[in-house]
């Protein structure tokens, strides 16, 4: 496979930074990962950066080298991560469970599947028109679906963000998967936190990603949003790759070119977006990039061993 990819994330006008993202491949498979902590429940980095590892881990064991069952695989480790956090609240012993929403797109054999809870999105385009886009799970798209609200009043209404599936409630997160997509060389998948699209209309979003390179649309993008947002903007996180093909052997290169031909035989590798590192100003965000770390490292171990006997169902 080879493929162009960035991701860039800005903490914008909040005190932490609760976005995670990452992305892991093998040389026939590749997994792409936003979560997006939410801010009204305590830790939100801590859900996402379960999320995430969870993610990461599964595709670890599953991907010999491309992934069997790419559907399942994704549901599955959407549970996964959802009963991660809600052992690690239990263990915690916190009145209330960390969530966070996510959106995680495989692809393999030129193909991309893609599940999501909440309203972090996924994009795909192609020559400047967007093949597919995730529907966010929240009231204001409810009411969209069932004509009770305009399309227009996306960004404006009231209930737009009130969401009804995120990992690590109370209750089962409700999955959605896409239908198989079929990649063409120059494709585009993009997943953005809504301090992106919240801020950017699709068209905005669009005619960066058709007029520019992604190493030069994703950082044009996320300082766009922010500047807009100002003080007090979101966290602000998006994730892109640009397809080039299943079995091109180009070499990898300098403006995020990879090529997964060069990697050795049953190899995965994993990039994990590094967070900001914690103002020393602030020592409360500091105490909290300290303890996320340590923490998110032992609920990951203590998982392992379902997240092996999961995979293995994978299989």
């Known amino acids: 496979m080879q493929f162009s990819v960035y991701q860039q994330s800005h903490i914008g006008g909040r005190k ?33 950066g379960i999320a995430l590892q969870t993610m990461s881990a599964l595709f670890r064991n599953a991907a010999t080298p491309w992934v069997r069952k790419p559907e399942r695989f994704l549901e599955e480790a959407f549970m996964q991560a959802h009963e991660a956090i809600q052992r690690y609240a239990r263990e915690q012993g916190m009145p209330d469970n960390p969530r966070t929403t996510i959106v995680a797109c495989l692809v393999q054999h030129n193909c991309a599947v893609w599940a999501h809870c909440g309203d972090s999105r996924l994009y ?9 886009r995730t529907r966010d799970h929240s009231h204001i798209e409810h009411l969209i679906a069932k004509g009770l609200a305009d399309p227009s009043e996306r960004n404006t209404h009231p209930d737009r963000n009130k969401l009804y599936s995120c990992l690590g409630a109370n209750t089962p997160p409700r999955v959605e998967l896409s239908r198989q997509a079929s990649l063409e060389p120059g494709d585009v998948l993009l997943l953005c936190s809504d301090g992106l699209w919240g801020i950017l209309p699709d068209t905005e ?14 950082p044009d993008m996320i300082g766009m949003a922010t500047a807009i ?20 052997a180009a070499s990898s290169g300098d403006d995020g070119m990879v090529s997964t031909l060069m990697l050795p035989e049953g190899e995965v590798t994993t990039r994990l977006a590094e967070q900001p590192a914690a103002d020393p100003a602030n020592p409360a965000t500091a105490a909290l990039d300290d303890f ?24």
């Open 16 to 48: 932490v930074n609760q976005d995670r993202m990452g992305y892991s491949y093998t040389r026939e498979a590749l997994l792409l990962v936003l979560a997006d902590g939410m801010g009204g429940h305590q830790r939100g980095e801590v859900a996402a």
């Open 124 to 132: 795909w385009l192609r020559r400047g028109q967007i093949l597919a």
């Open 205 to 218: 979003i669009v005619h960066q990603l058709s007029t520019h390179t992604i190493v030069q649309a994703v």
């Open 229 to 248: 947002a100002g003080s007090r903007g979101d966290n602000t996180t998006a994730l892109a790759i640009q397809w080039q093909g299943a079995h091109d």
């Open 292 to 315: 996320d770390d340590e923490d998110i490292e032992k609920a990951i171990a203590e998982i392992r061993d379902a997240i092996e006997k999961s995979s293995q169902l994978l299989k």
